[in-house]
């Protein structure tokens, strides 16, 4: 959600700082703001509204310089985008910390510490935090022993880096519930709440784990767990080329991602199938043993995750013939369950650090599921370390706050465990080997719809004075409708709502008009011929139809009636290709209102609070 950066070296670092931020911008962008300590060992702060480019040019006006540093992009939670409340927060003048996550019990401390006689002078939980250390350290020896009894006090999750005038050769940090990286250098460490902030400095990272506190030196690091341990972590290098944040030839990196998906797709099924079948070992050891005894499957995700779990309900049913649910993890975890022993708990997450469905995944091993499978893209993630069973998707890092590759590197992942599953409860080879041989051919499949793009972007015309629109789908094809509908909403600001096609006489037939545009993904599989019955309902009431079809389908362009004839394709692999015209449409349809396409309004990327 914010964003966290921090170096400590010989050379200066406020323009580290500032690159870090503007790499970790599509998390949070509503102020920055970075804290330096000087030569003459003065901690020097600046903050502004808005976005980094902001905080970079009153840098510019008002020059700070120094070789330690903490910097900040806030996504408000507590109190409104202000400068005051921008992050780092300070107390007494020579403590600095910023921030990511939720202090649940900041009400209880502040009064305390008012009571004491501090004075608050922001709206946010985060400054109870740095007054709450200044008064530790008035009874401790060292910044360390001061962060960690601020923090036994904190109820919430968090994400913390500490700068003190009297420690000037150390930045302190802490982790619980809001991921923290700390980046190896030579003669000089770095933190971040990921690591892509400290790609122009190291490609060598440290993942702290739940609970642990480290200290941060120019030549040294020291970690602790959560029980006050010394403990050593796993330095790793980081996976993903330098270009990652670069938009190359596009405009924005949500297009430069919806073209990247042949490369990513393909990267995802790579070690993971044969050419006739699905290579179980992927999934880690033990995972044919485990597989045996899966009798049921609960998924629980958030956002587009929760869309690719639905697509994969359908997939496990008809594939593995075994029930399977899916929740939105924010409501899963608030509700009692019925936890089958045969039960094996899916979580899906982009960045692993999705707080309701680590939340959900904690709850669920506490519960007694048989085990955890996560289907991830970042390696060193919490969601990764704290489950049994892991497939990781190589979608590489995704700046657009709205998900493209990312959702299709899950539905790959998911079919493929999807297939996994099936062979244990009886898939014969034949299917097996047809779905696969399919699988082959979708990267080259997504290759030939992405060439739809300028006759996309001319439908998107349509759309320009549009303020409602309407998704439609059967089957599988509904939750590709739900995102579809989401990505709208996401980018364009339209409203969109979308439903099962053979929903539409119960109800949203009675919003169509021709005001409304609605879409529809509409593949040539045992439901079109339902689902021709459903567009009629549409044009007998005047809306205008858009219909992204099979090229083999008999249906013919009228007025009111837009087609976008799609190769054909697999009806396992339809969800995956009909995603990607959807996710074009969206694209220039937000081009054309004119929106900030990677960073819409109100919406954060890597969602690390409840």
């Known amino acids: 959600m914010c964003g966290i950066v921090g170096a400590i070296s010989q050379r200066p670092v406020q323009e580290i700082l500032l690159e870090g931020l503007r790499r970790l911008e599509y998390r949070g ?47 408000a939670t507590h109190g409104k985008p202000s400068e005051t409340n921008a992050h780092p927060h300070m107390s007494g003048g020579d403590i600095a910390i910023v921030h990511n996550g939720i202090i649940e019990n900041f009400e209880e401390i502040r009064s305390e510490l008012k009571g004491q006689g501090y004075e608050f002078v922001s709206e946010t939980d985060t400054e109870v935090v740095v007054h709450l250390i200044h008064r530790e350290l008035q009874s401790r020896s060292s910044l360390k022993e001061a962060v960690s009894a601020a923090i036994s006090i904190l109820d919430g999750a968090y994400a913390l880096a500490v700068l003190c005038q009297a420690f000037p050769d150390e930045i302190v940090v802490a982790r619980a519930g809001s991921p923290l990286v700390i980046g190896v250098g030579i003669g000089e460490n770095f933190i971040a709440s990921d690591p892509l902030a400290l790609l122009p400095v190291t490609d060598r990272f440290i993942y702290l784990e739940e609970g642990d506190l480290a200290c941060i030196k120019r030549d040294k690091v020291s970690i602790h767990d959560a029980e006050g341990n ?76 929760y869309h690719a779990g639905l697509v994969a309900r359908y997939w496990i049913e008809e594939l593995a013939g075994i029930p399977c649910q899916v929740e939105v993890a924010s ?27 680590l939340a959900a995944l904690r709850q669920a091993k506490a519960e007694g599921f048989k085990a955890a499978l996560s289907i991830c893209n970042v390696p060193g993630s919490s969601l990764v370390r704290e489950s049994d069973l892991v497939l990781m998707t190589q979608a590489g890092p995704e700046i657009g706050v709205a998900s493209t590759k990312a959702f299709t590197t899950q539905l790959i992942a998911l079919l493929v465990f ?8 009886g898939m014969d080879q034949k299917t097996e080997k047809e779905v696969v041989e399919a699988l082959h051919q979708l990267p080259d499949l997504v290759e030939k719809i992405l060439a739809y793009n300028d006759s996309i972007k001319e439908l998107s015309a349509h759309f320009a004075e549009k303020h409602h629109s309407l998704f439609l789908g059967r089957g599988a094809m509904y939750p590709i409708a739900m995102e579809g509908a989401l990505k709208l909403k996401e980018i364009s600001y339209i409203h969109a709502e979308a439903y099962p096609a053979g929903e539409l006489k119960h109800g949203p037939l009675a919003l169509v008009d021709k005001d409304m545009p609605v879409i529809t993904v509409a593949p040539n599989n045992e439901l079109l011929e339902k689902l021709k019955s459903n567009l009629q309902e549409v044009r007998a009431r005047g809306g205008e139809l858009f219909v992204f079809t099979d090229e083999q389908v008999t249906l013919e362009e009228a007025e009111g009636i837009y087609l976008v004839r799609l190769p054909s394709v697999h009806n396992l692999i339809a969800p995956i290709a009909y995603t990607v015209p959807l996710q074009l449409l969206s694209y220039h349809v937000a081009v054309l209102k004119g929106t900030d396409v990677d960073q819409p309004r109100n919406l954060a990327k890597s969602v690390t609070v409840e």
Request: proline residues 3%.
């Open 29 to 75: 962008y509503d102020s920055a703001g970075l804290a330096v300590l000087n030569a003459a060992g003065e901690i020097q702060r600046l903050r502004e509204v808005g976005k980094v480019q902001a905080l970079a040019d009153k840098l510019h006006e008002y020059p700070v310089s120094g070789s330690r540093g903490i910097a900040h992009t806030r996504w």
């Open 230 to 305: 010394p403990v050593e972590r796993e330095r790793v290098q980081f996976e993903h080329g330098h270009d990652s944040a670069d938009k190359g030839e596009f405009r924005h990196f949500m297009m430069k991602e919806i073209f990247e998906q042949p490369k990513v797709l393909a990267a995802t099924l790579s070690g993971r199938i044969s050419h006739t079948q699905v290579l179980e070992a992927a999934f880690g050891t033990g995972a044919k043993g485990l597989f045996d005894n899966v009798g049921s499957v609960q998924i629980v995700a958030c956002g587009t995750s």
């Open 331 to 357: 409501e899963y975890r608030y509700r009692k369950h019925v936890v089958k022993p045969d039960m094996l708990f899916v979580t899906i997450s982009q960045s692993g650090e999705t707080a309701d469905t």
């Open 418 to 425: 999807s297939i996994a599953l099936a062979k244990r409860h």
